[in-house]
């Protein structure tokens, strides 16, 4: 009699206590999901933060240096691009592209002492260099964010419970080597 | 171990941290009341209920306002954007980095190179800056900065070490003021006899042994935790050299920071006391070529 109450005791611990590891590593994949999205939320800020000042930025420095033709079609271009990039991937490429553009654009304006030396464009280019390391800073956030996701919904247990409440993995904001790096800009 | 151990430990210990002081406090009212009272146990027990009301109180002011308490103290001013935009956005950026909010940004009007943070949690933190910084040292340099700073922000560090600058503070005071009471007015029952005399001498060791522990408490507080921040620092800035450099101009620059106290040093970035003086004894940081040595080998 007592052995049965007993095994039926034992039995019923065993129940409960995979049931609240069930529960606890559940919601903790919530939790780790969530903040996956909410760092996506960040790149997108930044990157549109960026989108909007690209508009102003070409138009101080189109004030001063209107011959440089080629630079503004080009920042245009990536700006667009960016702007049509629907996909992770294809963001990553697109940001890296008007990284690469804005890079140009910042060089010719070593070119014009005047256009320098000016306020506006100063705080403009404070402002992207700005924006520029809060990319690198939440596409960083983001994929450590991944990377935990990621590692929790591959390693056993947690796996079987990944599998049984369809919890996918995610693809990492990919950038090239040289482009970890915000973009160096001189205000010295 | 990962972070949120870390996090979780910090709480604890500024729980456990808080009621250390509180039975310190307790004892310190108990001698008080035997010095005080003779041998009357109600004096002595309503010396313990004040001394534990006390300490209740201050918890929860060093809990609460301590962070006002320590930008009060720094004269710590709010950054603007027109002046401190490259200091603003490496907060702002940092702050995405660590995933906590951005928190309120500050400005000390002093010219050493230093820095600190404070506040109950990260909803509830301050970064400051001092105006030396900002001028002396270059955005990656700052940015090091930031985020060895921004690292104690995320794991709770700055709320132990918050909770710190107003109980320190307190015990010194306390104890101070009993000693020169008794420097005064003490002994009034002067001819109660030989026990009376060792109670005197207890309370008077008790009341200069309380602010030397304290102050031990804070110094093993703090100095593990300047390693680690350097370390995570690096981690969210992913640039170790930036914050080694920056360690390495304060090395090099004579400032002191003038708008630190006894009860604020252990917040700071770099020991705010430079070398030869006396503070140095009770250093709260560990030496600036350790910290660059470990960063470099990063």
Known sequence: ?188 | MNAFDEVAKNKLKSYLLMFLFALILIGLGYVFGMVYGGGNSFIIYSFMLIAFIISVLMALASYFWGDKAALEISKARPANRREHAHYINSVEGLAIAAQVPVPKIYVIPDQSINAFATGRDPEHASVAVTEGALKKLNRVELEGVIAHEMSHVKNYDMRLMTVTVILVGLIALLSDLFIRSMWFGGGRDGDNGKGNTVILLVGIALAILAPIVAELIKLAISRKREYAADASGAVLSRHPQGLADALKKIKKDSEETKLATKATAHLYFSNPFKKGSFSNLFSTHPPLDERIRKLEAM
Do not use: C
């Open chain 1, 1 to 188: 009699m007592i052995g049965e109450i007993m095994i039926e005791w034992i039995i019923t611990i065993v129940v409960v206590v995979i049931l609240l590891i069930l529960i606890l590593m559940y919601n903790r994949f919530v939790v780790l999901r969530n903040r996956i999205d909410n760092a996506w939320a960040q790149i997108d800020v930044q990157l549109k933060r960026r989108f909007d000042l690209i508009p102003n930025l070409v138009e101080t420095v189109k004030g001063y240096a209107k011959h440089e033709k080629k630079v503004f079609t080009e920042v245009t271009k990536a700006r667009t691009a960016l702007m049509e990039a629907k996909t992770i991937p294809e963001k990553a490429k697109a940001n890296n592209m008007l990284s690469e553009t804005l890079k140009s654009l910042f060089a010719v304006a070593e070119n014009y002492p005047k256009l320098e030396a000016s306020e506006n464009f100063r705080m403009l280019q404070e402002e992207l260099s700005g924006t520029e390391s809060k990319i690198a800073y939440s596409r960083q956030a983001y994929n450590d964010s991944v990377l935990s996701y990621n590692n929790g919904i591959q390693m056993f247990p947690g796996s079987v419970i990944a599998g049984m409440f369809s919890f996918k993995q995610r693809d990492f904001f990919k950038t090239e080597e040289k482009e970890a790096q915000p973009v160096k800009v001189q205000f010295e």
